[in-house]
Antibody
Framework: QVQLVESGGGVVQPGRSLRLSCAAS????????MHWVRQAPGKGLEWVAVIWYDGSNKYYADSVKGRFTISRDNSKNTLYLQMNSLRAEDTAVYYCGMVGGDHAFDIWGQGTMVTVSS | SYVLTQPPSVSVAPGQTARITCGGN??????VHWYQQKPGQAPVLVVY???DRPSGIPERFSGSNSGNTATLTISRVEAGDEADYYCQVWDSSSVHVVFGGGTKLTVL
């Protein structure tokens, strides 16, 4: 079935880096735009970044621009989020999402927790 | 940047109708999507493109969008509908996804 599985979360010190992965299955990964969305504990959903189906375009929320990089490997059906210079306010559950027309999130992963703390 | 405004909470008795609003400047010109999120779970799409339902979503869930307000309507509310609900649009001018702040639906 259609599935997204995130991995790579954990506890990291401020200023350090972490790379998240999102493994896709059950659909033609290379045909869909993909996003990262995060949710801080007890807070709402915050969009992080988007990458076009072919990787040709990438856009970021102002809160992560210059620190985070979204990428994808269509040969491996995998989406990535490289997070550098992490801050306490980056602490959140990170979800990857597959979007259909007009960027509706048809499918979400289960999320991976990132905790930035010394 | 584009802003979506939702009421923090809505309460309704079982069997009644819940209406959750999402305000934005000329939101009627955009496609609005709605998500349900229960504690500890990922969000689930319940309405897309203002008023369409994904397969498997009950007909009790419906949506509308006009002017500066989009509305998610849940008819014959059940205890299992208690959750957080988020509206979302794609802002093509900033090339960003925008989420509303979320509304906690409480079933009395």
């Amino acid at each position: 079935q259609v599935q997204l599985v995130e991995s790579g979360g954990g506890v990291v010190q401020p200023g350090r880096s972490l790379r998240l992965s999102c493994a896709a299955s059950g659909f033609t990964f290379s045909s869909y735009g993909m996003h990262w969305v995060r949710q801080a504990p007890g807070k709402g959903l915050e969009w992080v970044a988007v990458i076009w189906y072919d990787g040709s375009n990438k856009y970021y929320a102002d809160s992560v621009k210059g620190r985070f990089t979204i990428s994808r490997d269509n040969s491996k059906n995998t989406l990535y989020l490289q997070m550098n210079s992490l801050r306490a306010e980056d602490t959140a559950v990170y979800y990857c999402g597959m979007v259909g027309g007009d960027h509706a999130f048809d499918i979400w992963g289960q999320g991976t927790m990132v905790t930035v703390s010394s | 940047s584009y802003v979506l405004t939702q009421p923090p909470s809505v309460s309704v008795a079982p069997g009644q109708t819940a209406r959750i609003t999402c305000g934005g400047n000329n939101i009627g010109s955009k496609s609005v999507h709605w998500y349900q999120q229960k504690p500890g779970q990922a969000p689930v799409l319940v309405v897309y493109d203002d008023s369409d339902r994904p397969s498997g979503i009950p007909e009790r869930f419906s949506g509308s969008n006009s002017g500066n307000t989009a509305t998610l309507t849940i008819s014959r509310v059940e205890a299992g509908d208690e959750a957080d609900y988020y509206c979302q649009v794609w802002d093509s001018s900033s090339v960003h996804v925008v989420f509303g702040g979320g509304t906690k639906l409480t079933v009395l």
